[in-house]
């Protein structure tokens, strides 16, 4: 189990690797454009070489992306639909040049036009993505919170995204704040217990390649996208050591994306805190 962050890559993406070095993360996760924009900025063929050099050099992988927050797959605009699925090939295309495993991302809102009106849709622009893009890297669903009509706050609808789409490339990433603001009590042994065995009834564990680690500003079941720093909030260090002491995620890395301690992001004490709590469960 590795523990690391999402870190910043302003001014060129290997620059994120010395952000990495100096929070201690192990692993990695950036943006691969702008993530409220749609434009994105073209990588020069020596950058990503120079990416996959640093990674090697500094031994921290794996390495994620993770997609604009504009994307929205459930949504009722077609030029918002065309837009989202370019955006998403242009980040899995960047993956597979900079050797990332794959791309992250919020599946979107149904604005309340429900999940079933809107699974065909995801589907079908998922396969087309799917089709269009290198076959060395991850289409990664993300679980939501719940709130405004997201899609995917329950493990169901991820697993429905999954079979609708059947491609072995469909993978899934448990945020921690989501999960706990959707009803799932992970900070509990016996919730945490209830929680994994639906994500593997539904979507399968078997396609669990990344947690997003944070605690959550909102009581469990509150339906909104707040994190907190590790501690500080309703999960709470015992709830995730509940958390690093389950089975299902011994082999699965673990990536902040926190406030920070002085409001600048993810930062070494909170990694330390991950890394102390890895250490204590693991002498278990």
């Known amino acids: 189990m590795k523990v690391g962050a999402h870190v910043g890559s302003s001014g060129g993406l290997s620059t994120a690797f010395e952000r990495a070095g100096l929070i201690g993360a192990e692993t990695i996760q950036i943006f691969g454009a702008p993530p409220q924009q749609w434009r994105r900025r073209k990588i020069r063929p020596e950058e990503c070489e120079t990416f996959r050099a640093d ?68 589907a079908k622009t998922l396969k087309k993505v799917l089709k269009t893009t290198p076959d060395d890297v991850w289409i990664i669903l993300e679980n939501s919170a719940g709130q405004g009509g997201s899609v995917g706050s329950k493990f169901e609808e991820l697993g429905a995204i999954i079979k609708g789409v059947d491609g072995a490339r469909m993978k899934v990433c448990l ?88 409001k600048q992001g993810p930062d070494k004490p909170n990694v330390d805190v991950l890394k102390a709590i890895r250490k204590k469960v693991g002498a278990n």
């Open 175 to 262: 945020d921690t704040e989501h999960a706990f603001a959707a009803g799932y009590n992970l900070a509990d042994k016996k919730g945490l217990d209830e929680a994994m065995r639906e994500l593997d009834a539904t979507a399968g564990l078997d396609r669990l390649v990344a947690v997003h680690a944070n605690d959550s500003k909102i009581p469990l079941g509150g339906g909104v996208d707040r994190h907190d720093n590790i501690g500080d909030g309703h999960i709470g260090k015992k709830g995730f050591e509940v958390i690093m002491a389950h089975p299902a995620f011994r082999d699965v890395p673990f990536l902040l994306e926190v406030p920070g301690v002085e």
């Open 55 to 122: 990674a090697k050099r500094t031994g921290i992988e794996p390495i994620f992306i993770h997609g604009t927050y504009l994307i929205n797959l459930a949504t009722e605009s077609p030029e918002q639909l065309e837009k989202s699925a370019e955006a998403l090939t242009g980040d899995l295309e960047l993956a597979s040049a900079i050797g990332a495993k794959g791309v992250i991302f919020h599946v979107g809102s149904h604005k309340g036009a429900g999940f079933k009106k809107v699974l065909p849709q995801i």
